[in-house]
């Protein structure tokens, strides 16, 4: 074989070498991609607002049930949950990767049936910045990767700049679900709430989103109360939250259903989730009333 032929041999093998990916998921298990997934499927929505945010929403052929930003997802095939995905379904919208949340029931059978699945799930703000930097390297895009990082955190940081010196160190209760479900210290709302200057009544100690006893919030007697429409009528229901600081003085936030998206999902719009903390401290916000 001539040199030139040995070169074109080596610049191939080395081209092929820099397509190859591997990334390691959550559960520790090296995913391996020979070149950038043209279809994929999520099974969490905020691994859907992260691949569209990183430029790739083409690429998306099916998502979650609960997907539903940016508006482009809403038209595409919807392939069930954390606890019920439609594996058959997946199956056949033949995806070159499904990422999917750690704790899904659906990777073990994903998997057996010869389908790529990297496990990501984010629950801190660390998480988020690890999630979003392997899922655009698996996209092959890290650079725009770090880019929305930056913009994260820019948006972050203006909106704690935007809140008022007297109402840092209000303290806020979180409720994500009415189990009731907290946001705790740990979680990565509670970390947002942190950065906009605002002090979190339950503590990481008792892990990222713990099922509190409702009498502890009376303990807790915090002054803003933040829900989603979804779960706050259970509230007027509670007893002894009519003692609670917030409800007396009538400093409950009640989120619309798409305002509670944007604050619960660790991904692309926690700049705007930041923003609605602070419109929240400060009585701006447009949600409504309890």
Known sequence: MTTRGLLLIALL???R???ATQVVDDRGVAIALAHPPQRIVTLLPSLTEVVCELGACTRLVGVDN????PEAVRALPHVGGLEDANI???VALKPDLVLAAASSRAIGRLQGLGLTVAALEPKTLTDVRRVVGKVAQLLGNSAEGARMLERIDAGVDAAARS??????GTRVYFEVNNG?????ESSFIGELLARVGAANVVPGALGPFPKLNPEFVVRADPEVIMVSDRNAQALRERPGWDRIRAVRGQRVCVFTAEQGDVLVRPGPR????????VQCLT???KGRSL
């Not at 926690?270 to 903390?277: D, H, N, S």
């Open 270 to 277: 926690m700049a705007e989730a930041a923003q609605l903390m």
């Open 17 to 19: 070498a820099a397509a």
């Open 88 to 90: 058959e379904r997946i």
């Open 13 to 15: 093998f080395f081209a």
């Open 283 to 285: 009585g701006r916000l």
């Open 66 to 69: 609960y997907s539903n930003w």
């Open 180 to 184: 009731p479900y907290a946001a705790s």
């Open 163 to 168: 809140l008022p010196q007297a109402l840092r």
